[in-house]
């Protein structure tokens, strides 16, 4: 029987290891992908350390991949062979669901999600759903496309759907994995982009990603500072601070919007602030696999690359580790050295 390397987690909170494992085979419905790279997450932590119901281990994480259709099972008549994919996290949906029947897709109740519910990126091979997979532009390598499946889609769907138009105000709160996107993403949809971020070493980094306007929030007011341009249509909050987020959120203008990507663990929003200026706070979820197919075109139109550290994927314990850190600058890519 044929074998593959694969990176899986053997039990909840154990450590990742190298595995030799058959090469699957895929089922009716369900595509296999010849893995060229795969994303390091913050979210591989819920698979890592089992903080998400249900998981089944072994487990093989990742859920930024990038790859190659390598057999098609019975019944898929979208995907061939040799088409180059990836797979985000939505994990696929049924159609059959009260969601799905509403068209909210990303919502089907199946709940599918790649790396968690079902083996993902961090292997030579892996099976998908049909319907998680994403075309991937030849302008892409697959290396700048993994990050795109999770940290580009997130900030990119974030955006497009938050109400803004061309030549608001649009501030990027955060300059990390998510915010470094975020910014290119803001400038190239035409928002008078500004990049919030800790620190004054991180404007030059944040103009040259495409912000007309840095603001230090240990030195400046964010909200004082975007109150100076007439508020924030949409402030995107990429950060895990809460506490960022709520000493932003009076930057907001009228009938602006605090959308909420990062995963911060609680948030205190002023219901004064709100209901004053009809504000709202609102969540995105990151997407399905449409809206990765347009996150992965429009960045290889317009340019959008995350900055990515490259590890092949024996070293995945060593690159894990180094995407938690906090100090990977800024995304963690694997690749399976084809
Ligand atoms: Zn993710
Ligand atoms: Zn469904």
Redesign the pocket.
């Known amino acids: 029987m044929a074998t593959m390397r694969a990176v899986q987690v053997p039990r909840a909170g154990g450590a990742l290891e190298l595995a030799t494992r058959p090469i699957p085979e895929p089922a009716g419905g369900t595509v296999r992908i010849k893995v060229q790279a795969c994303g390091i997450c913050h979210s591989d932590a819920l698979a890592k350390e089992g903080h998400w119901p249900g998981i089944a281990y072994p487990r093989v994480p990742g859920h930024e991949v990038a790859g190659v259709i390598d057999a098609v099972g019975a019944g898929v008549t979208a995907w061939q062979r040799g088409q180059r994919v990836g797979v985000g996290w939505h994990g696929g ?5 009260v ?2 029947r509403r068209g909210d897709l990303f919502a ?3 709940g599918q999600v790649t790396g968690i519910s079902f083996d993902g990126g961090y292997a030579e091979y892996m099976i998908a759903p049909s319907s998680a997979v994403a075309a991937m532009p030849q302008e892409l390598s697959p290396i700048e496309a993994a990050p795109m499946m999770c940290a580009g889609i997130t900030t990119f769907n974030a955006l497009r759907n938050s109400g803004a138009q061309p030549g608001d105000v649009v501030a990027v709160l955060g300059l990390g994995g998510l915010g470094h996107l975020g910014v290119q993403y803001a400038a190239k949809m035409g928002f008078h982009t500004v990049g919030i971020a800790r620190g004054k070493d991180k404007e030059p980094l944040a103009r040259q990603l495409g912000a007309t306007l840095y603001v230090d929030s240990q030195a400046q007011n964010p909200a004082e500072e975007l109150q100076k341009l007439g508020g924030a249509k949409v402030i995107l909050a990429t950060a895990t601070s809460g506490e960022a987020m709520a000493a932003a959120q009076g930057g907001l203008a009228i009938n602006g919007t605090l959308m909420v990507i990062g995963a911060a663990d609680a948030l205190t929003v002023n219901p004064i602030v709100l209901l004053s200026g009809r504000r709202a706070v609102k969540g995105w979820y990151s997407g399905t696999a449409m809206d990765s197919q347009e996150t992965l075109a429009f960045s290889a139109r317009t340019g959008v690359r995350s900055m990515n550290e490259v590890y092949p994927l024996e070293r995945a314990a060593e690159a894990y580790d180094r995407m938690m850190s906090g100090k990977a600058r800024f995304r963690v890519v694997l690749t399976a050295g084809q």
Do not use: K
């Open positions: 949906y049924c159609g059959q669901c969601n799905c089907c109740v199946t």
